[in-house]
């Protein structure tokens, strides 16, 4: 059965950084698009940023561009967000997620798998 596996959260300071890591098993990894969302308590799922399995393309959402990178090695299975300058509001459980929609990769639904999570908690 399919798998996401997510690992690198924990407890940081605002302005630290983290690399957070997704391992797949179950499926063709290489052919699919990978995304990153995040969840704060009372809050809907947010888009963070994908992956295209093509070219590796990426997209983010606002609040991402220029901290968080999104990248992905298909060898190991692995996609990866790293996130700098992280600050108290970063706060949430992240999740990757596995699609294979060509499309409208910013709406969770999209999205055939998911990870278990993994807290994100920035101290002021």
């Known amino acids: 059965q399919v798998q996401l596996v997510e690992s690198g959260g924990g407890l940081v300071q605002a302005g630290d950084s983290l690399r957070l890591s997704c391992t797949a098993s179950g499926l063709t990894f290489s052919s699919y698009y990978m995304g990153w969302f995040r969840q704060a308590p009372g809050k809907e799922r947010d888009f963070v940023a994908t992956?295209?399995?093509?070219?590796?393309?990426?997209y983010y959402a606002d609040f991402a561009k220029g901290r968080f990178t999104i990248s992905r090695d298909n060898a190991k299975n692995t996609v990866y967000l790293r996130m700098n300058s992280l600050k108290p509001e970063d706060t949430a459980v992240y999740y990757c997620a596995a699609s294979r929609a060509g499309e409208g990769l910013s709406d969770p639904v999209r999205y055939d798998y998911w990870g278990q999570g993994t807290q994100v908690t920035v101290s002021s």
């Open positions: 992956i295209t399995w093509y070219y590796g393309n990426t």
